[in-house]
Nanobody, 122 residues
């Protein structure tokens, strides 16, 4: 069992920045990829950014050049820096962690945070 606690969401003006943090606790051994999805009202949920245990990153096309994802494996924390924010970035951002449970037939489960609201005003 893994618990993810998110923080850093809020209201920011266009062009501003936010720092979203997600800390994993519980059975943290076996965490592989971590990342952030976002979902805006009336829109499909999309993967905003992801990072592997080795530090390889990937971003949604709309986020490239503006968002930066990083992680601290020792602290089991993933951080998403949201820069040059636009109103279209307004969404609920959900942190996730993929965990390999090797003692249960190599089962990989995805755990989710509760979500944090990011609102960008114009």
């Amino acid at each position: 069992q893994v618990q993810l606690v998110e923080s850093g969401g809020g209201l920011v003006q266009a062009g501003g920045s936010l720092r979203l943090s997600c800390a994993a606790s519980g059975t943290t051994f076996g965490i592989s990829a971590m990342g952030w999805y976002r979902q805006a009202p009336g829109k499909q949920r999309e993967l905003a950014a992801a990072i592997t245990s080795g530090g390889t990153t990937s971003y949604a096309d709309s986020a490239k050049g503006r968002f930066t994802i990083s992680r601290d494996n020792a602290k089991n924390t993933v951080v998403l820096h949201l820069n040059s924010l636009k109103p279209v970035d307004t969404a609920v951002y959900y942190c996730y962690a993929d965990v390999d449970h090797y003692t249960h037939s190599d089962v990989r489960l995805r755990y989710w945070g509760q979500g944090t609201q990011v609102t960008v005003s114009s």
